[in-house]
């Protein structure tokens, strides 16, 4: 019991100190006085101050090798292989080059949720094979999803729906979908958290394995479960091409 209390006390001590240097991050935009996105700002930030990123983008659009473009996505986490950065916002970023990709909601409900899986769906047509002659160190079942596509998320400030309402709207209205298609995460900031475990066979597998697409992430605090996921779904540097178990 002890070894449980001490792994919640950590966690907790750590959802507080995000939780405090998210708050940070949200006032100093709001003291920048800059027109407009700086709820994608203050995520920007606090994306490349708590994960290490290369680079961050706001308001940009992804194009991947055979020339297809994503709608606007709020936020891109940029690795090393942009080959021309044009500043951080309003960008034209190769698909190789980020590292997962985020929508911003200050309040998220049905139709907002709606138009998030719908952008989802514009950044996950994108294709990035991998290069060849090398391997990728991930599940196979993981390489369509989260290697040949790019990670997508869902944040948002706020929601006036509940997770259960969001997965059942999911479910219902975007079940011809495959799951690659699909965002991979929703995360409501000090609310709830839900993942996509597509066919729980790969890095988002839960019990029972009988469980498919979204499912309520509870055992985490949101910003917690929200970097962690990120971290786990991480692509393999792009000089690697073969998947192995």
Known sequence: MGHVNA?????????????????????????????????????????KENLGAHRVAVSSSIIDPEGRQSDEVDV?????????????????LIAHAVEAAYQVKARLSTEELRRAMKNARSVKQLYRRPGKGGEVFAAPTDVPRFVERIPFFIF?????????????????????????????????????????????????????????????????????QMLWTHCRLRPPRWCTSRAVS
Request: glycine share 8%.
């Open 7 to 47: 792994i919640s006390d950590f966690w907790a001590t750590g959802a507080a100190q995000l939780r405090a240097n998210f708050e940070r991050t949200r006032q100093t935009q709001r003291d920048s006085h800059i027109k407009g996105g700086a709820n994608e700002r203050a995520l920007a930030d606090f994306l």
């Open 156 to 224: 948002a400030y706020t929601t006036n729906i509940s997770g259960e309402a969001a997965i059942k709207l999911i479910r219902d209205e975007f079940k011809d979908s495959p799951w690659h298609e699909q965002a991979d995460g929703i995360f409501v900031l000090d609310g709830w958290a839900a993942v996509n475990i597509g066919n729980n066979d790969g890095a988002q597998r839960v019990s029972p394995l009988e469980r498919r697409g979204f499912v309520l992430a509870d055992e985490l605090p949101s910003l917690v």
């Open 76 to 92: 891109a986490v940029v690795n090393e292989f942009q080959p021309l950065w044009t500043g951080d916002s309003q960008s034209m």
